[in-house]
Structure formats: C-alpha cells, structure tokens
C-alpha cells in the first residue's frame, strides 16, 4: 500500500475544504485499473469478472465499472433495481442472496437475472415455482479462510451454502422439476491470504462438478475474497502466479468436463478499498491518563470494519505529515464506548482541525454505514482523470430529521 504523495495530500486536502469533512473521497481510475488488471493475471479466455456491489453500491463507481463492460454480483432486490436502472443488462447480473422471502424470491425472478440458491430449502421452492428454468447453485466449499471469522464463509459454522455432501438430493429436485442448472458457485471468505485455501475451495467444487452431476454447466463462479494489504507492512499478494494456477486448475477440470466453460470471480474488496480514503477532522484532543484521544467528526456509522472485524486502516495525517509521531487512539463522535477508528496509532502530531485520512476506505466502508446516533453519511467524491465529481450529498440535519418525520405513518 503506497503512501499518499505530496501532491494528492494536497488535493484531498483541498476536496475536504470544498466538499467538507466527513468525506469519502474514490480514485475512480485505480477502480478500472484494479479491475481490469484481475483479467491480466487470470488467463482464461472465458473469463468474468463480476463486481460484488456490495462493497461499494456508489452509483458513479456502478457507473465507471460498467463503462468498463463489467459484471456484477448482488445480494438484495434493491442492488438488482439499481444495476438495471443504471443499464446493467439482466444478463450480466448474478443474484446471490440467502434467506430470501417468496416474495422477494418473484420480484427478482420478474426481473431476469439468474439466480444463485444456497440452500436445499430455497431450491425447493424456486423450483416449484419455475420449473424448467436456468439456475446456479451455490455450495459450501468445506474450506475456512478469510481476514476475521465474521468474513469466514465455509466450513461448519456457516449460514452459506449447500454442503457438498447434499449434490445427490440436490439432482433429484432438479430432476424433479427439469431445472437446468447452468453454474455452480461458492464464496469462501474474505481477504484470504493463503492462496493454497482457495486452491483447495476451487478443487472441492471442481469435484462435484462432473457431467453426470451437472451435463448443463456454462460457467463455474469461484466467488471474491482476494486480499488487499491493509497494513503497509503487508506484502501484496502475488496475483500474477496466482492467476496462473487458478488457469492451471481450470483448464485441466474442463479437459475432464470436455467443454470449456467460463470462469467467474465476484471481487469486491480489491476493485474498490484501495481506492477509498475517508476525510474527518480533529475537533477535540484529549489526555486521558495515559490515553492521548483524537477525537474526529466521524465513526463507526461511517466506517465499521475496525470495530467489526478488529480491521486496520492505516491512518495519515494530512494537515501535519512532517510532526513528530506520537501514540494516538482515534475516536468517533458517537455516543458508544467502542466508537475508534484506531487505538494506540503512531501518527505525526496531531491538531485540532487537523484533517487525517483513513485509508482503504473503499470497500465496506459507505455500504456498512448506518445513521446511528442520527448523524448523516458523508458525501461521497469520485475522482476520474483529476476531476472531481460529486456523486452523493451529505445531508444536513434537518433533512435528514425530515426524512424521518416524511417515513413515519401516522
Ligand atoms: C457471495 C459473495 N461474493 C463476493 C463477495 C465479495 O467479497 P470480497 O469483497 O472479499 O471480494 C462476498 C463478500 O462477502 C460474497 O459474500
């Protein structure tokens, strides 16, 4: 993860004066090039990327992905209203959601994507209810892996996916209902580090991936998880040799299918975290005992994964790069005892009115925001090219009070 140069402190610095703090500030070009450097390091002819919306549903950022032809992956009826109202075509939108109400299950059908069922339960009654039809089905590939075990998405404790175990009653309900199943998915984790687990992941689902399992397969979706370092310490991933052996594995499975099918990757976290900095100024400096707080005009409604998942967000200080370190806990504004962004942080002496950037923002940063505490989400500023467009206003308080009062059914 490289250090904001002298010129880019100064433009966000700049952005935080005109837009104002809280900020989340996106480097749209780092976006398509993250994008599309995964189809440099994974050589398959027949490959898609499908963006997982979920990290980051900010609609100039939809947007500059699908200028760039990109897929994606959804988890709710609303991320699929916003695709197609953004001209996402129905084709080029995989439905990955679990727990899903009938009739959420018919306002997604009626849309046209296709769908990708996680459980026994859910295939049954998508069945009945549109035999015949194309599906994908998602299973749990029996491997743990990922950054914290709230992002861990297979193995035994695990909500995802239908046990591998469970392919023979999952043929007969196809069969049952002549479902053509046209893809088998699975989603191990997030930020995997070892690239071996995913190597496995891939070869467990492989395995059940046979002609007489599935005669029908067009495509096989390995899901997201690529790790992004967030400590500056951390070492980036070789992607290029790991791109390899994901080619090596697939070609030799296709040689056995004997077809060659596409394959999918539903990436969230790298196409867009490195890209996002969240802004918030230092309003209040405090000693507390052996603690010095900097208190910021943010928090955890803004930016959840450090209290979620114990993340790392290299923090810097933009108003004061050259002072001297000293140990900072960085706190919120909320009302809430857990409420820091980073705790006993080495971060060049800090001001009050001091601006500071939070770093690899990008990615579950805005999608996880909440207006707990009733404070509003920041603006959101996409730069493309060295301009800046404004995609999302913060909403003032008042507005943001009337928008309650205008949802309440008296
Ligand atoms: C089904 C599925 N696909 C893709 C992703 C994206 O993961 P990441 O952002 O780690 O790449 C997730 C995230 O949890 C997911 O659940």
């Not at 490959?47 to 897929?71: H, M, P, Q, T």
């Not at 599935?214 to 290029?240: N, S, V």
């Not at 050259?322 to 705790?343: Q, R, S």
Request: proline residues 3%; glycine residues 8%.
């Amino acid at each position: 993860m490289s250090n904001i140069t002298s010129e880019e402190r100064e433009k966000l610095l700049e952005y935080a004066v005109k837009y104002s703090t809280p900020l989340y500030v996106y480097n749209g070009d780092l976006i398509i090039q993250r994008y599309k450097e995964l189809y440099e390091y994974i050589k398959w002819n027949k490959l898609r990327i499908l963006y997982a919306v979920k990290a980051n549903y900010n609609v100039g950022i939809l947007k500059l992905l699908k200028s760039s032809g990109a897929f994606l992956d959804t988890v709710s009826p609303a991320e699929v209203h916003l695709a197609l109202k953004l001209g996402f075509a129905k084709e080029d939108i995989l439905y990955t959601a679990n727990n899903i109400t009938d009739q959420e299950m018919h306002e997604v059908k009626n849309l046209g994507v296709l769908f990708n069922l996680g459980s026994i339960s859910r295939l049954k009654k998508y069945a009945r209810a549109y035999p015949g039809t194309e599906v994908c089905l998602r299973f749990n590939p029996d491997v743990v892996a990922g950054a914290h075990k709230n992002v861990m998405t297979g193995g035994d404790i695990t909500k995802f996916g239908i046990l591998l175990s469970e392919v023979d009653a999952v043929k007969e309900i196809v069969k049952e209902y002549d479902l053509k199943v046209i893809g088998l998915h699975e989603h191990t984790g997030s930020g995997i580090g070892e690239t071996e687990k995913v190597f496995t992941s891939m070869k467990n689902l492989l395995g059940i991936a046979s002609r007489e399992n599935f005669p029908g397969l067009q495509f096989i979706d390995f899901g997201g998880g690529f790790k992004i370092p967030y400590k500056p310490t951390t070492p980036r991933i070789d992607y290029a040799s790991f791109g390899e052996k994901i080619g090596a594995i697939f070609t030799e499975f296709c040689e056995r299918y004997r077809k060659e099918l596409y394959m999918y990757f539903e990436p969230g976290k790298y196409i867009v975290s490195e890209a996002g900095i969240l802004l918030v100024e230092v309003n209040t400096l405090k000693q507390n005992r052996e603690r010095l707080i900097a208190g910021t005009n943010s928090g955890f409604n803004h930016l959840i994964r450090p209290i979620l998942y114990g993340s790392y967000h290299q923090i810097e200080n933009l108003s004061n790069p050259a002072g001297k370190p000293k140990v900072y806990d960085v706190a919120g504004n909320l009302c809430e005892t857990g409420d820091y962004f980073a705790e006993q942080r080495e971060i060049p002496e800090i001001r009050e009115g001091d601006i500071l950037a939070v770093k690899n923002s990008g990615a579950y940063g805005y999608s996880m925001g909440s207006l707990y505490n009733l404070r509003a989400m920041p603006a959101e500023v996409l730069v493309i090219n060295g301009e800046d467009i404004l995609t999302t206003k913060r909403l003032s308080n008042s507005e943001l009070a009337d928008r309650l009062i205008d949802s309440y059914l008296k």
